[in-house]
């Protein structure tokens, strides 16, 4: 399967401690994206990547967040210090091509902070 | 402020009738308009997505109808399905920022046999 894949899919944390969440993306695409989900609503933008270069973070994205894409291959969500609200699904997506292309999503990342 | 809005928030549809999901959006810059199904413990998969030269785009069951005046969008599919139970999000992106995609926060879709 060369879909986007995301990992682990499901992560249980207490209040305080840091995460780190994996996403590999359809291999031939340039873009990824990373978006929250909370139950109920749509997906919610926090950042973006083109090859290795962050291009643009979401004004809502707090500074304990940092996303990395070494390379331009796979790329990695940080979350310091987590708070309940952090508590959502995480859903990374990659694309080929601008902001006008299909977005291919994983499958997710559910974060429950206790 | 929400740039994408969708109603309704949740819609029941007999199986063989026809679904219509509404959009409506404040950015006049944006000009790529997709609509993504969501099954439960699944990522959002693109369904079909128009742009603003065109006013209607059919694909199989599902058709975007696209009010460029009113700034609204709306998906139909015919012949509703009980598969086609899901949740539905419009969005939309683009213009001269290069604004990625903005969700609206999606209609949950049941089709009763």
């Known amino acids: 399967d060369t879909g986007v894949s995301q990992n682990p899919r499901h992560k249980i944390t207490k209040r305080g401690q840091n995460v780190t969440f994996r996403c590999d993306p359809i291999s031939e695409h340039n873009r990824l994206y990373w978006y929250r989900q909370t139950l109920g609503q749509g997906p919610e933008f926090l950042t973006y990547?083109?090859?290795?270069?962050?291009?643009?973070k979401s004004r809502l994205l707090s500074d304990r967040f940092s996303a990395e894409r070494p390379k331009g291959s796979f790329s990695t969500l940080e979350i310091q210090r987590t708070e309940q609200g952090d508590s959502a699904m995480y859903l990374c997506?990659?694309?080929?091509?601008?902001?006008?292309?299909?977005?291919?999503f994983g499958n997710g990342t559910r974060l429950t902070v206790t | 402020q929400q740039q994408v809005k969708q109603s309704p928030q949740s819609l029941i549809v007999q199986k063989g009738g026809i679904s219509i999901i509404n959009c409506a959006y404040e950015?006049?810059?944006?000009?790529?308009f997709p609509w993504y199904q969501q099954f439960p413990g699944k990522g959002p998969a693109l369904l079909i997505a128009?742009?603003?030269?065109?006013s209607e785009k059919k694909e199989g069951r599902f058709t975007i109808s696209f009010n460029k005046s009113a700034k609204q969008f709306s998906l139909h599919i015919m012949d509703s399905q009980p598969g086609d139970s899901a949740t539905y999000f419009c969005a939309a992106s683009g213009g001269l920022g290069n604004t990625p995609l903005v969700f609206g926060k999606g209609t949950r879709l049941s089709v009763i046999a």
């Open positions: 990547f083109q090859n290795e270069a962050q291009l643009e």
């Open positions: 950015n006049t810059a944006f000009d790529y």
């Open positions: 128009i742009r603003p030269d065109v």
């Open positions: 997506a990659s694309s080929f091509g601008g902001v006008r292309s299909p977005l291919h």
